[in-house]
C-alpha cells in the first residue's frame, strides 16, 4: 500500500490517500483528475479536475448508484488525453471496486476478469466481499445498459482497441505472477504465508498453548492444579465486541471546490454545484443523497427514552435540518465534457 500509485490502464491509476497528496507522483504520472472515494473525501489541489464521493469500506455501502457518474468522469478524462487517479484511503477495496466497474463497462471483460487486470498492476487490490457482491450484481442485471448508455454518450471509439489489448496482456500478467507466487487471490489457507499480506497467515496468529490439567509438577505432585478457564459470559462479550463493525458512515456525493459556495441542501429537489478555480483553472463536481437519512433511521435501534430527547444547541438534527441533513443524487444531468 506504500509503494505508491499504480498504473492498470493506459490513463488510468488507482492509489491511496498518500498518494493522491503527494505533489511528485501527481506530476510524475501526469495526473489531471482525480476520484476521490473515501469517508472523507475532499478537494486536495486546486489545479485538479475532481470528483468526491462519500462512502465507507463497508460491506452494506452502495457503490453501484455511483457507477454512471463514475464511468462518465474516468471516460470523458481519458478521452481528451488526461491521466485519472482513483483513490480511497488504502487503495484496495473502494477504489478498485469503481476501477473493476469501469473496466465491464469499456471492454468486454467479466467483473472477475476486470478485477484480475487491477490487480495484476495493483497485488492489493481486493475488495471487501459486499463489493464483490454488487459487481457481481451490476454483471448481471445493469452492465448491457450501462455499456449502451456509454457508446451512445461518447461514440469514439478511440480507446476500445488499446483497452482491450491491455486488458489481454494484463491477464497474461497476472496469471504469471500468480504461478510465480507473486500474487494471491486472497484465498491462502490458514498457516500458509501470503505473497501479498492479503490473507491471514500462521505468522500473525499462533494458537495459543493450552495449560495441563493436572499439577503434578507443582511442589510433590500431591495436589490437584485446574487450569483457568474463561466463563461463558466472558467469551461471549469477548466476540460480540471483536465482531462488532460499525454501519456505513453518509453514502453521500460531493467535493469541496476551494471556495465558499456549496451545494444546495434540499429534502426534495436536486442540485449540481460545478465550480471552477479561477486560479488554477480546476473544476469540481457536488453531489449526494437523503437516502443515508433514511436507511439510518430504519435501522436505528428503538431503544424506548424515559423523557423527550431534546437535541443540544447547535445539532445539525435540530428542526427544519432533520430532513436536509444529505444531499441526494441530481436529475439534471452532468456534462462530463465540460470539465
Known amino acids: 500500500m506504500g509503494n505508491g ?11 491511496n490517500y498518500r498518494d493522491s497528496k503527494d ?9 489531471t483528475h482525480i476520484l476521490s472515494i473515501h469517508d ?3 478537494r486536495l489541489h486546486s489545479d485538479k479536475h475532481y470528483l468526491c464521493i462519500m462512502a465507507s469500506d463497508s460491506p452494506d455501502q452502495n457503490l453501484t448508484q455511483y457507477f454512471s457518474l463514475c464511468n462518465d468522469f474516468i ?3 481519458r478521452l481528451r488525453d488526461g491521466n485519472v487517479l482513483i483513490h480511497c484511503l488504502a487503495g484496495m477495496s473502494r477504489s478498485v471496486t469503481v476501477a ?9 471483460l467479466t467483473w472477475r476478469e476486470a478485477l484480475k487486470v487491477v490487480r495484476a498492476g495493483r497485488a492489493v487490490a481486493n475488495p471487501n466481499l459486499g463489493f464483490q457482491r454488487q459487481l ?5 442485471y445493469k452492465l448491457v445498459e450501462e455499456r449502451r448508455r456509454l457508446k451512445e454518450r461518447y461514440p469514439s471509439l478511440a480507446l476500445a482497441d488499446r483497452d482491450l489489448t491491455e486488458c489481454r496482456a494484463m491477464l497474461d500478467s497476472y496469471q504469471t505472477m500468480l504461478s510465480e507466487r507473486t500474487i494471491c487471490e486472497g484465498k491462502c489457507a490458514m498457516g500458509r504465508q501470503c505473497p501479498t499480506g492479503l490473507c491471514r497467515t500462521g505468522s500473525k496468529r499462533q494458537p495459543r498453548a493450552r495449560k495441563p490439567s493436572n499439577a503434578s509438577s507443582v511442589g510433590d505432585g500431591a ?11 466472558s467469551l461471549s462479550t469477548a466476540s460480540t465486541v471483536s465482531s462488532y463493525r460499525p454501519r456505513s458512515s453518509p453514502a453521500g456525493l460531493y467535493s469541496y471546490t476551494g471556495g465558499t459556495a456549496r451545494p444546495i441542501r434540499s429534502a426534495s429537489g436536486m442540485s449540481v454545484t460545478r465550480v471552477t478555480d479561477p486560479v488554477g483553472g480546476g473544476t469540481a463536481v457536488a453531489v449526494g443523497g437523503t437516502e443515508y437519512s433514511r436507511r439510518r433511521a430504519a435501522s436505528a435501534p428503538a431503544t424506548p427514552a424515559l423523557s423527550p430527547a ?7 438534527h435540530r428542526g427544519s435540518h432533520r430532513s436536509s441533513c444529505a444531499w441526494i443524487i441530481p436529475s439534471v444531468k452532468w456534462d462530463p465534457e465540460s470539465l
Open 5 to 15: 500509485m499504480n498504473k492498470v490502464l493506459p490513463g488510468l491509476y488507482v492509489g
Open 23 to 31: 505533489p511528485v507522483q501527481l506530476d510524475k504520472y501526469k495526473i
Open 40 to 42: 472523507a473525501a475532499r
Open 75 to 77: 471516460h470523458a478524462a
Open 100 to 108: 473493476v466497474a469501469y473496466i465491464m463497462s469499456v471492454t468486454p
Open 136 to 140: 457481481q450484481e451490476f454483471e448481471t
Open 223 to 233: 495436589g490437584v492444579g485446574v487450569g483457568l478457564k474463561r466463563s461463558p459470559s
Open 310 to 316: 431534546s437535541s443540544p444547541p447547535g445539532s445539525p
